[in-house]
């Protein structure tokens, strides 16, 4: 008999007690801002704290093509 396994990377965001319940193998990314690079999938970064730096770097770029826009 053959076996079959579920496997996902990082960035398909599984909550935990799904991952646990059915066994899923997730296999971590890199996730690259600006000058850093984190493991994802709660190892160096959380998600929260994705989604904050994500809102950040967006702003920012915002802010940097209404800059340019001026010149």
Excluded: C
Aim: glycine residues 2%; charged residues 30%; aromatic residues 8%.
């Amino acid at each position: 008999m053959s076996k079959v396994a579920i496997v996902t990377d990082s960035t398909a965001d599984i909550p935990k007690d799904l991952v646990e319940r059915y066994g899923i193998k997730v296999v971590p990314l890199y996730v690259n801002f600006e000058d850093r690079s984190y493991l994802d999938d709660r190892v160096d970064i959380t998600s929260k704290q994705f989604y904050e730096r994500l809102r950040s770097v967006k702003s920012n770029q915002q802010h940097l093509n209404q800059h340019h826009k001026t010149l």
